[in-house]
């Protein structure tokens, strides 16, 4: 809480207990035999009931006790029960305070008191002169009992609010890792999986083919390059420094991109046919989960299938952009699978729902391996 909206509730607790000070004397409530108290006797009374409301907030339940044993006395020395009113007002911050298990409680206690409360007020008549002191004791724990419902269902509520808020903070903190994840998941699996199958190749052909060798090289040097390069703009954005971000900012990788996918599948042994029919230009958002879709079912294909032959097929129309990725299966002197965790499907289809879309992906007719999206936008 700020100071000054501490500053305007110690002010308005001020104001209040000079209201309850004054409100005895102006009351026109007086016991039923007729006797008043002197006019010394109310004053001290009612500052001893007002006075403390002044600081109700630092000592909440201290300032309770002393304003109800107050209450009670003025209440007996013939002030009337309007002197409760006080004692509810310092209940009621202890009530919103004080942390307890209410359960049904308070909804029993405050319904009881509140009906209570307009039970006797109806029934005093228009003559009502303030009752019987034990009627006017009644009043005064009905008052309380409906102050205290009051305070803990304003608790209940804050706090279920406050919950609220945690639940939407811890939620907004999962996702964030879940978005995280997937980013790097992206930029590392796909050039990881390149190096990790040149490197095989490299690594067979070196004695029998060093220029094969060499080339395979040249790509790990390449693709290595690229994703450090790409590792230290994710790392830059995620940890929000701003000193070069100009020099840094790239446009976003979109459908153009896409040949630059199909030159690094082709470099790791993936004859890739690459056809494109958009009439219309999707937002940026969906053009670069289009990327990123892409980019996965290459590197699968690279992953679990090459050498093989695989067709990309990107359409946009009426509103719909539909990605097809398939390849025809491994072939003759199909290299070992890279081990994976089976994250890239996940995430492509979190990429998906993410737009209201949806992913497929499952074996195609001809022992190869089909994954097909729609992403409307």
């Not at 009113?85 to 409680?105: E, Q």
């Not at 919950?163 to 994840?181: H, L, P, S």
């Not at 070069?244 to 040949?259: H, N, T």
């Amino acid at each position: 809480m700020g100071d000054v909206s501490r500053r305007r509730l110690i002010l308005l607790d001020g104001a209040a207990a000079l209201g309850f000070a004054l409100l005895p004397q102006l009351t026109l409530v007086r016991p039923a035999d007729g006797g008043a108290p002197g006019a010394l006797t109310v004053s001290l009374l009612s500052l001893a009931t007002a006075l403390p409301l002044a600081v109700r907030r630092l000592w909440p339940v201290p300032v309770f006790a002393v304003v109800l044993t107050a209450s009670c006395a003025a209440l007996a020395a013939g002030l009337g029960p309007v002197v409760f009113l006080a004692a509810a007002y310092a209940l009621y911050l202890v009530a919103t305070t004080r942390r307890r298990r209410s359960g049904r409680s308070a909804v029993i206690v405050g319904g009881a008191s509140t009906a209570g409360a307009a039970l006797l007020t109806m029934t005093g008549g228009q003559h009502y002169t303030g009752g019987t002191l034990a009627v006017q004791l009644l009043f005064g724990v009905l008052l309380s009992g409906a102050t205290w419902a009051a305070g803990t269902a304003v608790r209940e509520r804050r706090e279920g609010l406050r919950r609220t808020i945690v639940q939407a903070a811890e939620q907004a903190k999962v996702e964030e890792r879940i978005r995280i994840a997937r980013d790097i998941h992206d930029v590392v699996t796909h050039s990881v999986g390149l190096i990790a199958i040149k490197a095989g190749v490299a690594n067979h052909v070196i004695d029998t083919r060093p220029e094969e060798a060499r080339e395979a090289l040249a790509v790990i040097e390449d693709v290595s390059r690229r994703a450090l390069r790409d590792m230290r703009a994710t790392l830059k954005v995620l940890r929000g420094e701003d000193g070069d971000q100009r020099q840094d900012l790239r446009p976003v990788r979109g459908l153009s991109d896409l040949p630059s996918l199909v030159r690094t599948a082709e470099a790791a042994g993936v004859s890739v046919d690459l056809r494109s029919d958009c009439a219309e230009e999707p937002p940026d958002g969906v053009a670069l989960t289009a990327f990123r879709i892409v980019q996965e079912a290459l590197t699968n294909v690279v992953k679990h299938a090459a050498p093989t032959r695989c067709l990309v097929s990107v359409t946009a129309r009426e509103g719909v952009l539909t990605i097809g990725v398939t390849d025809d299966g491994p072939r003759p002197g199909h290299r070992p699978t890279v081990p994976g965790g089976g994250m890239g499907l996940v995430g492509m289809r979190e990429r998906a729902v993410a737009h209201g879309g949806t992913l497929t992906a499952g074996p195609h007719p001809g022992a190869g391996f089909r994954i097909l999206a729609t992403l409307p936008y």
